[in-house]
């Protein structure tokens, strides 16, 4: 419907009556939204942590005070090396960052490095290693290691992390023992200092060497600080652009360095020769080189061939200094793998798999017979049994082998057959296993009993004779009664068995509040939803319904929302809840109260609707919406929307004489959205690409042409009245389309440069940001001149962002960006026409346009491109296939922060175009503000409560990743589009937005004049918005009609 008012002007004094509903300038600047947008945002701002209080309870349990090794127990503090009994007096602990376990173990038929690339000067004449038989010709990246093995000192398997799989939590699992708090992404993974206990803590004295990002964390968190001794080199040792060993290499230098400091420092003499001494050796040349050049490159294996390198020395130096006491024990391994485009974070398989290579003093021989093989390790041809162990299992195994305490909060499993002991200390170190993990079993329970309104203890460790169950310390005491027996072998099995149940209970106590919660959340979200339908239908679509407006509120359902939102509270109070159960109990409260007790709008609605209709339009809604849901998993399914957008919205929503007239837009737009849906169906890891990114800096060009030539036609048009910035706008256009191909230079050559190891020329690193700053700065530099047309403004926004999709582009970046713009253009302009020639039989009363079936449809639309805008080029499962690799054509240095900066500029680019295209349709058509936004944003919520029910805390870890990510993302989606309109409405500011003028036709009635909002100024935020100021007067017009109303 079209705004209008009649010729006597009563439009003013109508729109002063409306307006004493609310002086906020806010809300009407907000078109009366501006409440439900700021509720919104605190909603799903809170209820976004949501997930973390139902299925992610934080892992550390505070007041476990007891700390168990074997053979002894003691309060938390004490070094458990002077009590505990040991296999090693020392323990070794190298971590080679990003390595994958399948590149350290498999061997090659031909080198996986050339001879010319450089290696340190120890390994520059035996720069590769030969298998042995069968595959006697065939070389491996790591003979130290690979020897170990197959001569039967180590033992070997596959340590399997969890997600997040990056650096911080991975260390955390394997020294502290525990899987971090998944809600730590909060509050940053990388700085935090360990709030819980780790394998250093209990250590006489830990050694640390490596990375600034890893060491301090460790040492800040000790519970001694003087314990924990941190050796790390500065951030700008982490060049991508150079060659990465040298950090390594750093790491081994100061070991050489502390070892020789020992003979004139008594003290440090002393400490180095203690019991339950540990060393840390983090190495992180691997993950450098991985993101640089990826784990399939050459580099990645020469990297391999100086961290066994590495060990080799390390064990060497460590063998002469202790004078080949045999007292060492060593682990090697890796906090995460790498994917094969270089990065990590997320659940891959390739992430979460590393290797484990256990040697040394209180370790068990490998000669055994071959076994736990698989399709995954069956070609290393390795000898002995494969040990795959979860990542925490390890901070347990280095605590036995060096007679420490285990930390509190461990979830690992002492992995016994690592061990080379009797049965006597096996079956301790098992107990002493469980009564770690039932001391924080018992704390949990005791702290839900006394807090718990009616408390369930856990059922599998009570005493009940009818079920065959016993409680804690009756399983100790049978354990502990087997062991001064001498029966070692069932003690052993028992200890593990109590061991699993200790975790079950755990998890018991971990969800004890789950369905109370999950049913809370969820009526939040589904409260949200009607509330938003309620607030539209009552605003913008039976504003002016004297009877809807007129209905009296009942005060009944408000005072039982009130007093159910009582009773809970009482509840969470008793049992001493988180401060946001309260905000989670409070919304349904409040959404449902406030729609029960004004029913009229939806009373309306289900009765002025066709049954139908209604039921097509919502199944067909919903069936799209849950298709957005369906991409997440997997990315093809934006190309089946694409596809039913391009074709069923001409042949369902279309009048055949409007398709007929223009059929050549209607042809562009099928065409279009059928390129655009090519994008969904390429693969998320790419190479890079220096003729693809060619060819999509081309195709802006070509764009950007077409954009010049439609300007060029509009001030032909405009002869008798051009517009004062169209000349000025045309000369930025064309500086604009020079950047986007002077892009390419600092591209190619940076990216050669990059490729052939020759570091990052400061020439091109200048160039390349002169040409990406320079291009954001055009739209900042022309400025927001009043009265100027919109797509005079519109072409200046979005080429601003053609020069960073072809420098910070590896593939086809560029050519989506291309293809996605064109599509929202032929978006916008088709919505226009259809407009224009829609039937209407208008009378207002100076009210906005009402909400009809098309603008839901619109909302659905807009929903999918936002999601195509980020799924487009990337993949939800896995974070990390947005590439960091052309982020170094600009920052060579690790630099986590402007990296980050750099990915999501790129990243937020393609929703900078969706926000200003959706501003201007959203006003061309005459629209309350914000209208477009608020559906969309309700139905994002369909999404939410879908994945909300999805989020699972078990399976695999890729899949308990995307539940996370799934969640994450559509929660956010409203605030986003609150962030998106924002920036549509500034981007916008003071344009004209003009629609072409209606034929005028005079009508015998008591209105009659009608103004219909032809050129709709965008204000910027703080102006007045009344419609009647850019409106022009037409008679009632009828015409050929679409057929979505």
Known sequence: MLSTRSRNGSHRQDRDIDSTTSSSSTSTRFGGSASLLLLSILFHTIYLNSIFDVYFVSPVTKGVGLRYGVGAE??????????????????????????????LFQIYNSPPFDQDLPLPGPLQDVPHAYAVSPYANWT??????????????????VSHTRVPTESRPGHVALIGGMYEDVSAVT????????????????????????????????????SDPTRVDAFSYGEKYEDFSKDAVHLDLWVLDQLKTLLKNSTTNPKLDQQLKADGVVFFLHLLGLDTTGHSYRPHGPEYHRNIRVVDHVISETARLLQDFYDDDGETAFVFTADHGMSSIGNHGDGEPDNTRTPLVVWGKGVASGLVEDEGNDDYSRHWDLRGERLDVDQADVAVLMSVLGGLAIPANSAGRIPLKYLNADPSFKARAGFANAKQVLAEFEERSRFKQAHALAFKPFPELVDDASSGTLSVESHKRQIDALIHAGDYEEATARSMDLVNLGFEGLRYFRTYDWLVLRTIVALGYLGFIVYSAHFVLRTHVYSSDAKVATT??????????????????AKFFIERSSATYYAYAAFPCYFWSSILSNRAPLIWLFRSISPARAATGLGATLIVVQMIAQAYLVREYLTYILIIIALAWPLLGMDRAFIRKEQRLVAAWAASCSLLSIFPQLPVEKGENLTIIYAGAVAMFILGLVGREVLEREETKQATNPSSTIRATHKWLALQIGLILLSLVPTVKSALALQRKQGLPLWSQSLGWIVLVGSVLVPIIRGRPRQQPFLERLLIVLFAFG???????????????????????????????????????????????KINGGHIRMAVFFLTFLHLAFFGV????????FYLEPVYRLIPVFNPFAMALLLLFKLLSPFVALSAITSVLNKQLGLPPFSLFIIASTLSDVLTINFFFRVTDQGSWLEIGSTITNFAISSLLCIFNTSLYLGGEF???????????????????????????????????????????TSRRITRASSATAKDE
């Not at 003979?143 to 398997?157: D, E, M, T, Y």
């Not at 990375?211 to 460790?218: A, H």
């Not at 009296?552 to 509270?569: D, E, H, K």
């Open 74 to 103: 003691h309060e938390n503090g004490g070094p458990g090396a002077t009590v505990g009994e040991k296999l090693a007096k020392r323990v070794v602990l190298i971590v080679g960052d990003g390595l994958r376990a399948d590149k």
């Open 140 to 157: 491996t990246p790591a003979p130290f290691v690979r020897n170990l093995i197959q001569s039967g000192q180590a033992r070997w398997g």
């Open 187 to 222: 509050r940053g993974w990388q700085t935090n200092p360990v709030k819980f206990d780790s394998v250093f803590n209990q250590s006489s004295h830990a050694f640390t060497f490596g990375s600034p990002d890893i060491l301090p964390m460790f040492a800040q968190g000790a």
């Open 552 to 569: 009296t509120t009942s005060p009944i359902p408000r005072v039982l929302g009130a007093t159910i939102f009582s009773i809970l509270s």
């Open 803 to 849: 020069p960073s999709f072809t420098i910070l582009s590896l593939s086809y970046e560029g050519l989506f960006y291309a293809c996605f713009c064109a599509t929202l253009c032929l978006w916008l302009l088709l919505e226009r026409r259809i407009a224009l020639t829609r039937t209407r039989n208008v009378k207002d009363h100076g009210e906005s346009p």
């Open 874 to 881: 990337g993949n939800v499962a896995s974070i990390s296939s």
């Open 987 to 1029: 981007l916008l500011a003071n344009t004209e937005v003009n629609s072409k003028r209606l034929e005028a036709v005079r009508h015998d009635d008591d209105v009659n004049e009608i103004d219909v909002v032809g050129q709709g100024r965008i204000l910027p935020s703080g102006s007045g918005s009344g419609s009647g100021s």
